[in-house]
């Protein structure tokens, strides 16, 4: 117990460096994080390229692998040290998403949304009907389509990449489209550029992942509420190709206005209606460049974190946690480092019944920081919670910060153990945006709650529509640990009365 | 150290000068592709060549070296193949005077070195195996070259160009947003800097030309210390992004086509060690360091699937590959059936538009990298058939067929067609299903048995298409093939391609249509069809 108090101290002291740079250290931040959750490689078919890019739980303790190869595996014991292998499919072109409805197993092609069935029970898939193919596709290796199933209705949400970085060469890409099971279909929100992933809040709502690159300062989670706007316009084609085919744009048919390049997102909503802001920015650099899947706890049994987000990320191989929150009717909330150390490039990302992640992908064309060309992983929690910020919620005046664990009241109540930085990013046509606007907050006041894991941060003033990364790196626990990770990102969307 | 041995280098490459030259080869045969993975090879004229044949397939080869020819061997090949019987026994080698070298008939799995002198006149010399019908896909030239054995340097960059970037970075930073420090050209077109007052925390790109003469697969080698990524006309096509040693490096392969191309590297050093090594090699020149300093010692051996593709191999199941596919479109669905014979199902028309012979598909292009671009058969002997809808409803026997859809991406779907996908039989065969207009229609293809004529064996694949409808469809036609190819048939048998033909029982000729009128007893019809390969 000692000998782990030392070294979480230690690397604890390392992150609390301020800056962005966790340079060096990112072997002591892995380690430190392993005291709580192992992660361990689950052993795959031998011989076999399993470049995962989707995941679901199946019934009986399976697990479904898609590949982006075009197969899907299952494995009937992924948990064992030599799981049993089985292909259920193959020859799929690229499946981005996959899940088990309905004695089903419903697949995201990059053409259609196909489902599949053994019916004759040798474990190999032998129907595969396409439900719809409602959207184009040219043969643009870009043109990717990222699935996954809505628990309210069973349909497939489908959030269809761009035609390259920016452009739009086929129908509906840039836009999301539900595929109800009946084989009916809708588009439900446009101005997607680069999407890793799509996931769904315990309340139903949809989420997805889109890519830092034009029009996206950042990469970012955003909402995909039914008719919006997700804020890159290149996809706006469809609007004119669909009208002179007659094909029905359903809610998203009022073509929204066109944002003006080199503005702020904030400004910006004010002009385009349908324009939902990015629930959480996930900042380029920082956090990483390329999010994917993600997958909320419902649990409880993966750590102090039931009801948060866990998001896949390919090129620094992590997970990030993410804490939501609804202010003035605008979903927004927090990233925080997670998990690092992966050892491919995430794509999906899956939580099990038992609060078991299991995270896997490759690093094909983009690389990863893992290093390996593909793998699948697993992460438990070891049932010792880490000393984290666990909350982050906005306040008229400042944050809220809850904690995993009691904090120290001294250091938790003084100003000088928190530090805090906002900025906001270029809302542009080009690629990506340096971090701009940038403000320096300061600490006014540092309260500790009733319950001693609370703190009531005043800041002297708060931004609206910036990151603002508040840090807690003197913050100690009754233990006496600092945190394991110092840090959160909250996107100001709104500023709560 | 580098002195000391520079004298012996010079003393050495002079000794090799008057010595008579030579090259060792080795030559495979990859497997179910009916190719050899070596299509080209270099040699002096004169130079003594150890050939090694190595058979990787399941099928036995040999190989031939002819005299200068521009047919890839092919003429050299029917001569063999006119041995018939006494084939076998002669190893399929015809006494001829176009055979410079050969090896005997080689048994799957075995080997054979044969050791032969090299022409002195300088020129192309086919190589190809004379196995009956093999020699279309599989063969190869020698080219005798002065200087040859050893590939010389390529080309250099030019209008080679550096900005400079300061910043303390853990990963590259997209630099097309950053202001550069400052920017100039590159010395010598060399890829390399030289600032005595930035030894950490700085990161540059370079940029320039590459000037390609010949298409064929170019490889590229990077190694750097820490992050770099190299784009060639725009895309990236290799990464070694984040702070580490330099290693031995990655390599990409790329088809170029002649012309410039256009190259963008991207570095950035955080602290310690600052390398950064590229390399690029071709079809007719060797590895050619493009940086100041050449990456020493590394192997020079690239991973086996950038080399030899990733052939996916059918055996007693069909395997099934949905893809971007050359000559299909972007809803392709190329299925390789047991028996040598495969297809490719279009899913936005719902026709199949390739079959052909032999070997399946290659993966490589789209499972590799990111997978650009489309991708045709493996195979030969590729029959092209209809990019179009294969049902319609004619007003009159007359009556044109509808055009072929114009702008599938953006939703010009023909009318009155939904693909519903396929099932899976017990070999894994598909059976596709369709509707067009109230009509259930299943697809399906198999390996029938051959016919053989005059000893070579040919191939077909039988195709059944099965139209279910609750009402009956007046006018209602299969189009079964068109284009000015199609001749009047006897016995419903029409010729379609040279030694292919097309068996279609009750399809009348129109034009250049060959259309098959669907009528429906007791609510179903039946349509068989065969593609035959007479040799």
Redesign the interface.
Known sequence: MHRITLSIAAASALFAAKGH???ASSADIIKAEREFYTVSAVPMPPGE?LEVSGLEWLPGGKLAVST???EIWVASNPASEAPEWKRFA?????PLGISFHDGWLWAT????V?RMKDTDGDG???????VA?PW????D??EYAFGARSPKDGSIWNVLCLTGSGGA???FRGFVIRVFPDGKSEAVASGVRSPGGIGFAPDGEAFYTDNQGLWNGSSSLKHLKVGSFQGNPTGFKTFD??AK?G?SMGVVAKKPATPKSGSRIDTERANVEEFVPPAVVLPH?ILG?SPTGMCYDLTGKFGPFKGQLFVGEQ??SNVQRVFLEKVNGVYQGAVFHFLSGFGSGNIAVLMTPDGVLYTGGSD????A?GGKPFALERAVWNGKAAFEIHEMRAKPDGFELTFTQPVDPKTAADPASYSADAWTYIYQS?????EVDKVKPVIVSATVGADGKSVRLKLDKLTKGHVHAIGAEGVKSTDGNGLLHAKGYYTLNEIPN | MRLSLLPLCVLSSACVAFAQSEANITIKTLAAQMKYDTQEFTVAPGAKVKLTLINDDEMPHNLIVTKQANDKGLALAQTAWALGEKGMELHWIPKDPRVLAATKTIAPHGKEEIVFTAPTEPGDYPYVCTFPGHAIAMNGVMLVRAGGGKLGEGPKLTEGRYQLFLG????L??F???KPLREGPLDENLIGWKFDDYKNEFGIRFTGNLEVKKEGDYTFRLASDDGA?LRLNGP?IL?????HPPGTGKTATVRLKPGKQTVQLDYFQ?AGGAELYLSWSGPDFGETWLTKTKLESAPKKQKSESKTGIPLIVKDEA??????IEGV???G?AVGLPGGVNAAFD?ELCNVALVWRGAFMD?KRH????????QGPLGYAVVKLDRNVPLATLSAPDAAWPPAPKD?????WPAGY????????KQGIPTFRYTYNGVSVEDRMQAAPASSSHGHTGAAMQRVISLRSEKALAGLYFRVASGKRIAEGKNGIFPLDEGVSLQAAGAILRGEELLMPVTFKDGTARIELSYIWNH
């Open positions: 740079a966790q340079k390229v982006r190869r075009g193959h020859g799929l072109h690229e092609q990059r053409p259609e196909t190999k898939a032998d129907v595969f009907e396409n193919a184009g596709i040219n043969g290796y870009h060469n086929s129908l190709e669909a085919r094909i650099g460049h090129t620094f094909r064309g983009w690389g920081k080009g690629y990506g945006s340096p | 303390k970075w853990e990963m930073p997209d097309g947003q950053l990524r990236t990464t070694q992004d984040g702070i955080a395997v099934i590959y949905r893809n971007f479109g972007a809803r669905i899913a993966a499972w590799t990298d990111r997978g650009v671009g489309f599938l991406p953006w939703g010009d939904r693909f519903g996908g396929y099932t899976l039989d």
